[in-house]
């Protein structure tokens, strides 16, 4: 019967074989009708009306020459015309569909000339199944129905098929990591189809570095079902890729393969018009061979894990390049101050909304003070942190000025609303809402063991006193900086030495898992009992609130513990308004000069507390107040009453004043005027190098006054 029914169906494939152009052009008005997604532009129409001409003929041509069933089959799907469909967005269901339908016609044109050649019902029966299992693949040993086991068995495929597309879109791409990203697609692909899966991307691609020939890949993913399918190469592991291997012709020309024996696929992974690197699929033996179907299925999923891949590798080159940015502008190390001990941390976003705004920084400021400061962009991303470093820059330049911290954060409102109106007039800014931020900014003096804190819409600090008190300071919020119009208010306190104050940044307290309150009591807790070394107690702050060290926002931290300035270091007298008290100021300057070993100095000291004092007593007012700092550099002080700031000037020729400023400015290393609530300060900063301004002169002082 066997032999009969080969024969009939030699017979009915003649008879078919003229009516060959009936047949194409049928199948392409169901296409129309049933799948017009392949229709969508005149090359795609084309390209798959010569597929279908290809398959008819090829299964009329097998069939009309007697081939045995074993080893008549369909003809290959043009692969390459797959891809193109699948970049124009048609699914595999839809190609796998346009496949079947092509079969079904011809199936059911062989169907109808069945009775036309013979009367006998088994024959016709068993030719039926033979015809079933010669195009299409599928044999039925068991049922005389198998043309409609078939066609459930073709239903069920496609809805698999179907299920597995659709979790490809849940499960890969969860993320923004790439390698969690590729071994997504080897999981998924190791549950349902494939024996093994190793995933390759060009290691230029992970690095962002320049691509090299012969390419160099980067093993970033694997998994066998099997104990037996071993990989070659450890995941992260770099090698080269053969010039002649399948990777390097996926690699090349974008096109899939699958090895000889049905045992391999080779899928490469491309996105937006770049390869970025090739998927493996093996079977082991145990199940079938790869056909058409996995490769289209593999090309579908490889396709949509290329997309997150592709996503994931921009979004780590720009956070990277953020993080790069943000890290140049903030402090390069902290260095050493007299008023206090630092250490500080700053830890990225470990999520998704990328590298943000947050800063910290510390100031030497005038009279052995330092401010300590702390900030927060809004946003996040290369824009955040280009923000936070003109912030930072602002906050520097300001802080030269010596104004107390409210005042300050006046200043640094108008500065962030200017940089919001000029970011709103540029069209090719980003669009990120409105530029805003949040700053803490305190003034610590270790001569009074005095600090002056004021705060826009920041996070309160925190106070450790020497017997481990912890207390989250109560300070006026103010508004955010951006919003103007509304005050800042300073608050002043004690910080006797030793104290610990802490700043930090939102992220710190506000982490998953527990809200602000309870941040606070576990940032309390960490600082209960700090450890001598101010880097471990930030490590410990750290690991207390951070334990996974992945903060849901960035973190910046920055702990003090204060010093003071005793009356070693520091001398005072307070001066009358009168031209007599200038030589009074000289002598005891020169004697504390001898008690602190810088009579070096003497000549230097002396001209500069002579200028600086008759300053005071001719264009002040009273009190006026002389005062000498020893830290590091000497520093010399005349403070008043009077609120006029001297400016410095060059007299001509014939002037009788005008030169004690400007002798000041060459005598000092650094000189400036800083404001307080009631008066101001000038002060001179002196090197103790022991130079003399005038090594060959040997004047008399007197004589110059």
């Known amino acids: 019967m066997d032999v009969t029914a080969d024969a009939l169906l030699s017979r009915a494939a003649r008879r078919l074989a003229p009516r060959a152009d009936e047949l194409i052009a049928e199948v392409a008005r169901y296409l129309r009708r049933e799948v017009p997604e392949l229709w969508s532009t005149p090359e795609i129409a084309r390209k798959t009306a ?25 003809p290959p799907t043009d692969l390459e015309h797959s891809r193109r469909l699948a970049r124009h967005g048609t699914g595999v269901t839809a190609i796998l569909r346009a496949q079947r339908l092509a079969e079904s016609v011809v199936l059911d044109a062989m169907l109808a000339e069945l009775p036309k050649l013979t009367d006998d019902p088994e024959l016709i029966s068993a030719t039926a199944r033979r015809m079933t299992a010669t195009a299409t693949a599928y044999v039925d040993r068991s049922s005389a129905q198998g043309v409609a086991a078939f066609q459930e068995e073709r239903d069920r495929r496609l809805r698999w098929r179907l299920s597995v597309v659709n979790e490809a879109g849940i499960r ?27 995933v390759d991307l060009l290691d230029s691609v992970v690095d962002g570095t320049t691509p090299t020939d012969p390419p160099v890949l980067r093993r970033m993913a694997d998994r066998a079902a099997e104990g037996d399918l071993e990989p070659e190469f450890e995941v992260q592991q770099r090698h080269i890729c053969p010039p002649e291997s399948p990777s390097a012709h996926a690699l090349v020309t974008g096109h899939p393969s699958r090895a000889q024996d049905g045992s391999g696929l080779v899928v490469p992974l491309t996105a937006r018009g770049t390869t970025l690197g090739v998927a493996r699929f093996l079977r082991n033996g145990h ?27 921009r979004y780590t080159h720009a956070r990277a390049t953020a993080l790069s940015l943000q890290r140049s502008l903030l402090p390069q190390g902290t260095a050493d101050h007299s008023a206090v001990d630092v250490a500080a941390r700053y830890l990225p976003a470990g999520d998704r909304a990328g590298v943000g705004g947050d800063w910290y920084d510390v100031i030497p400021l005038s009279g052995a003070r330092v401010a300590l400061v702390v900030g ?36 640094l409102d108008d500065v962030v609303i200017r940089l919001a109106a000029d970011a709103a007039k540029d069209p090719e800014a980003p669009a990120t809402g409105d530029l805003g931020a949040t700053c803490l900014y305190a003034v610590y003096d270790p001569v009074t063991a005095r600090c002056s804190l004021a705060r826009a819409g ?26 103007g119009g509304l005050p800042f208010e300073a608050v002043d306190l004690d910080l006797p030495e030793g104290s610990l104050l802490a700043l930090y940044t939102k992220g710190l307290v506000e982490a998953r898992g527990h809200d602000t309150e309870a941040g606070l009591a576990l940032l309390r807790r960490a600082l209960a009992r700090p450890a001598d070394v101010l880097e471990e107690t930030c490590d410990h702050v750290l690991r207390t609130l951070l334990p996974d ?41 020169a004697r504390q000069l001898t008690a602190w070993g810088l009579q070096e100095l003497d000549f230097t000291t002396e001209l500069v507390v002579s200028e600086l004092v008759t300053n005071a007593i001719r264009y002040g007012r009273p009190p006026i107040r002389l005062r000498l700092i020893h830290d590091g550099a000497l520093m010399c002080e005349v403070s008043d009453a009077g609120s006029t700031t001297p400016h410095l000037r060059r007299a001509d020729t014939y002037d009788e004043g005008g030169r004690g400023l400007l002798l000041v400015a060459q005598l000092a290393e650094h000189w400036g005027t800083r404001h307080a609530r009631q008066g101001k300060t000038v002060w001179a900063e002196l090197s103790e190098d022991g130079r003399s301004p005038f090594p060959d002169l040997d004047l008399d002082i007197a004589s110059l006054i």
């Open 50 to 74: 010569d597929n279908i001409t290809e398959h008819i003929t090829g299964v009329l041509s097998g069939l009309e020459h007697g081939n045995a069933p074993d080893t008549i089959a369909l």
């Open 172 to 198: 890969i791409g969860t993320t923004l990591d790439i390698a969690r990203t590729t071994q997504e697609l080897a999981d998924l692909a190791t549950d349902h189809f494939a024996d093994g899966v190793t």
């Open 287 to 313: 199940q079938e061979v790869f056909d058409d179907d996995d490769l289209l299925l593999a090309q579908e999923i490889a396709a949509r894990a290329a997309v997150a891949v592709d996503n994931a590798r």
């Open 376 to 411: 927060d962009v809004v946003g996040h991303g290369i824009h955040a942190a280009a923000t936070m470093g003109r912030l930072r820059t602002a906050v520097r330049t300001i802080a030269d000025f010596d104004l107390p911290p409210d005042e300050l954060l006046t200043h």
């Open 458 to 483: 920041h996070v309160p600090p925190a106070v450790v006193t020497g017997d481990g008190t912890v207390q989250i300071l109560d300070l006026p919020p103010g508004p955010p900086l951006g919003v």
């Open 549 to 589: 060290g992945r903060p849901h926002g960035d973190v910046a931290l920055l702990l003090a513990r204060t010093r003071t300035l005793g009356d070693r270091q520091v001398a005072a007298w307070d001066l009358d308004a009168d031209p007599a008290a200038v030589s009074r100021a000289r002598a005891n300057a």
